[in-house]
């Protein structure tokens, strides 16, 4: 049984079916039968007025099935519709008699309600349906749709967007996909569609079992809107490797003494430069570190004389001080990066990497890794690597080519695919950020953590809060993977709660809120 958290790729959920089947616990067709019903079930909870339609106007949908098994949740969807009462209308891309044989057994059921027509150029300039149900094209999406289904998605987009501007013009109110919006890859959230094919995205996304990945990342969120996983019966766990969705985390801060919860030392830049140091060392403490310490070049320490106070400051200006301040035992985790400039990082590198500290290797710290002749050599376990897109193309120049190569295949190479790969050639975490953030770690676990509803987190200075919040728990003796994800949750839900107009110096200060409030 899913709790709701787990993310499962196409081939995990694959798997997770063919055991199911294997194991005599259900049959394809049960589960095609509880998938469409599990369709049915959403659409009415999401719309309750449509089926307290009075009889002489009954709800109408357009069902579109496609030539897999999606299209056969889609046959079911038009029986159980029809059942309801609705008027239903089911075309479908392809031939009846190249359907697999559970979508055929519910072509064919539907066959004894009502006819099954053929999408064709400019069917869709007649639909006329409260709902259009996408049952097109599922998890099974193998290569980029064809340009030559233009003619077809372009009139199926116009339907759904347009609105009715009399009885002849074409007009859907809200579409419905099962499983993911056609053309979407479930695995990526990358549209799989030659140049300029149209994708009309949906109002409401019904998936089974769990969420895949596509769901939270690129183009996902927006295509598929409202998602609601159904359960269809499928035992937990797929094989592999787990993902989770990153909806909720715990932080205790149990008794103790300062020294107890961590020292975090923040390397800052010189002179000029030290404000995106000091926002990382303000969301450590915030974070609960025991003892923050700021330590700029000795010509920029009167930059720092200034609150908060509980902040301490001590200079560090070659790598023998650096080495020589990390003699002290009870410093448990160091962020290097945030606007230090990439010579001060590289100056500073090796000390950090030889004390064998966890440690946030963050912006110029990271162009510093990637000038290294062998970057990742020597990185300490309890590293964790921090690097928007750009930084990851710097240091892992071969993922982000292939991340960003137009994909030619289903399923496409995903963020989290990049991220993984990235995670394993390092050793160390990876928190690849942006709306889909993604931390991954050598043993191939993964979090995903999907925030494109708070584009006002992309200001400046929120990155140097965020690695900030991972030092602090670092500090805290968190692992890595642990600590990245739990940063990741907080940072976004401080940038919820504070709302639009968000600057980076605000976010520390939401922290305690968010802690308050965490599950
Ligand atoms: N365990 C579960 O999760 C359950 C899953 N269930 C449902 O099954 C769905 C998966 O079904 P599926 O495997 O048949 O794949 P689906 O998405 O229907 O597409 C395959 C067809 O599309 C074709 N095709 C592919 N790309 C194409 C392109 N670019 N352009 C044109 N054609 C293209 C492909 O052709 P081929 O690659 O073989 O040439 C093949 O004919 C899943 O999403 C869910 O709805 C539930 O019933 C029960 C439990
Ligand atoms: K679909």
Redesign the pocket.
């Known amino acids: 049984m899913f709790t709701g958290r787990e993310v499962s790729t196409?081939a995990q959920?694959?798997a997770?079916?063919t055991k199911?089947i294997q194991d005599g616990r259900t049959s394809?067709l049960e589960?095609?039968e509880?998938?469409?019903a599990a369709v049915v079930a959403a659409i009415l909870c999401k719309w309750p007025n449509y089926h307290r339609h009075s009889p002489g106007l009954p709800s109408r949908a357009i069902v579109l099935c496609?030539?897999?098994?999606?299209?056969?949740?889609g046959f079911?969807v038009a029986r159980l519709l029809a059942g309801r009462g609705w008027k239903v209308q089911v075309d479908l891309?392809?031939d009846p008699d190249?359907l697999?044989p559970?979508?055929r057994t519910n072509h064919d059921r539907w066959r004894a309600i009502g006819p099954v027509g053929r999408i064709t150029p400019n069917g869709a300039e007649c639909y006329q349906a409260e709902v259009l149900v996408d049952?097109?094209?599922?998890?099974?999406?193998?290569?980029?749709?064809?340009n030559s289904?233009w003619n077809v998605f372009d009139g199926i987009y116009d339907a759904v967007h347009s609105s009715s501007g009399g009885p002849r013009s074409p007009s859907v109110d809200h579409v419905v996909a099962?499983?993911?919006p056609s053309g979407l890859c479930?695995d990526s959230g990358r549209l799989?569609?030659e140049d300029d094919l149209t994708v009309w995205g949906a109002d409401l996304t019904v998936?089974?079992?769990s969420l895949k990945p596509g769901h939270l990342m690129a183009d996902g969120p927006d295509l598929c809107r409202d998602v609601v996983v159904a359960d269809?019966g499928?035992p937990g766990w797929p094989p592999g490797p787990r993902i989770h969705r990153l909806v909720r985390g715990k932080i205790i801060k149990p008794d103790g003494h300062k020294y107890d919860h961590g020292h975090a030392l923040i390397l800052a830049g010189p002179s000029g430069h030290g404000g995106a140091a000091r926002l990382s060392a303000r969301a450590a403490l915030r974070m609960g570190a025991g003892l923050v310490t700021v330590c700029p070049p000795q010509a920029a320490m009167p930059d720092h004389i200034r609150p908060p106070d509980a902040l301490m400051l001590r200079p560090v200006d070659t790598a023998e001080d650096l080495g020589k301040l990390l003699e002290d035992s009870r410093i448990t985790a160091l962020c290097l990066g945030p606007g230090c400039g990439v010579d001060r990082a590289d100056l500073l590198l090796e000390a950090l990497l030889d004390s064998g500290r966890a440690a946030v290797l963050d912006a110029d710290a990271l162009t510093a890794l990637s000038r290294r002749p062998n970057p990742f050599a020597g990185l300490p376990k309890g590293c964790v690597l921090t690097p928007h897109m750009g930084e990851f193309a710097r240091l892992f120049p071969d993922l982000a080519e292939r991340l960003n190569a137009l994909p030619t295949r289903?399923p496409a190479w995903s963020k989290l695919d990049a991220a993984r790969a990235a995670a394993a050639r390092s050793g160390v975490t990876i928190l690849l950020k942006g709306p889909d953030s993604v931390i991954a770690d050598p043993d191939e676990r993964a979090n995903i953590h999907s925030a494109f509803d708070i584009p006002w987190l992309a200001t400046a200075g929120a990155g140097d809060v965020l690695a900030g919040m991972v030092t602090g728990l670092l500090a805290r003796n968190f692992q890595p993977f642990d600590a990245a994800g739990m940063a990741t949750l907080i940072h976004a839900r401080a940038a919820r709660l504070f709302g639009p107009g968000l600057i980076a110096d605000d976010l520390p200060d939401m922290i305690p809120a968010v802690l308050r409030n965490l599950a």
């Open positions: 196409t959920m694959r997770l079916e199911a394809g589960l095609m509880r998938a469409g496609g030539p897999g098994n999606n299209g056969g949740d079911v891309l392809g190249s697999p559970d979508a049952a097109l094209f599922g998890i099974g999406l193998s290569r980029p749709l064809a289904l099962i499983d993911v479930a799989l569609a998936t089974f079992g269809i499928l289903g």
